[in-house]
């Protein structure tokens, strides 16, 4: 199972509006946008929490895109809801509500196929979750995580002890700076290194992102996508991209392998924004992926 990704976040149900329409109570969370991408490339299980009132369609739309849901509990109450809406620009979410409902009790708990997966993606969730799902590990060959700004505010601390256990981590600019206090980001990924990931992945939004590799730096553009419809869910889909390629490589500490998994990560991410929810990377196929990754490489020159 050395190839298999453990991704342990949210599983929600959004309801968004845009300038382009809405949705209700579609589905959503970060463990979803992430797995669906990710599981385009090597098989993925999921650890989460869900409540009566999770769809049985969005469990069957799971299961049939290889992710194991062993460890998606259903606990009696609602699924957490987010709603919220993004403006015309699709810069920033404006959160309208959000709901906790049962992923407010949420502690994961892992079986032992979960414990010996060989890649370990710890989605945002509370660092102290984060850090007590690695301690249920056996040896994962590769550990990521993520977080968001309110956890840097409130748990800084456990934070920074998850940080010394994690090969790599995603984080957004203004994430990175809040983290490390530092503006330029190139002095801030020297900090993020020092505490502990070896690769640290900088999201940009339509700016593009940014890798840094022991010592090495690499930016890269986002995918021009010609209508952006809902931008949910796309820095995860983005990690689940990325992930996805390095689970399924050989060695993942390979610079190039890195480089090209920063490629997949965003053309993944380009599909996750044209439609509302998971409607576009539900439905995704193998072939359309590896088009648009080989469209989207030639415009950079990498192979």
Known sequence: MKNTILVVGSVALDSVRTIHG???????????????????????????????????????????????????QVMPGKTFHWKGRYDRDFKNALTIATHLNVFQHFKPRLNRAHKECGVLFLANIDPDLQRDVLDQMAKP???????????????????????????????????????????????AARILAAMGPRAIVVKRGDSGAMLFYDGKVLSIPARPVEKVVDPTGAGDTFAGGFMGYLAAAPDWRNFDVLRRAMSFGTVMSSFNVEDFSVKRVGGLSRSEIRGRYEQYVSTLAIK
């Open 22 to 72: 809405s949705t209700t109570r579609a589905l959503g969370g970060s463990a979803v946008h992430f797995s669906l991408s990710a599981s385009q490339f090597t098989p993925v299980r999921v650890v989460g929490v869900v409540g009566e009132d999770f769809p049985p369609k969005c469990r069957r739309l799971l299961e049939r895109r290889n992710i194991c849901l062993e460890g998606l």
């Open 141 to 187: 060959r590769l550990v990521a995580c993520d977080t968001m700004n309110y956890w840097i505010s409130l748990k800084k601390k456990s934070l920074v002890r998850l940080l010394s256990r994690v090969n790599l981590l995603f984080v957004n600019e203004e994430e990175a700076r809040q983290l490390t206090r530092e503006y330029n980001l190139i002095k």
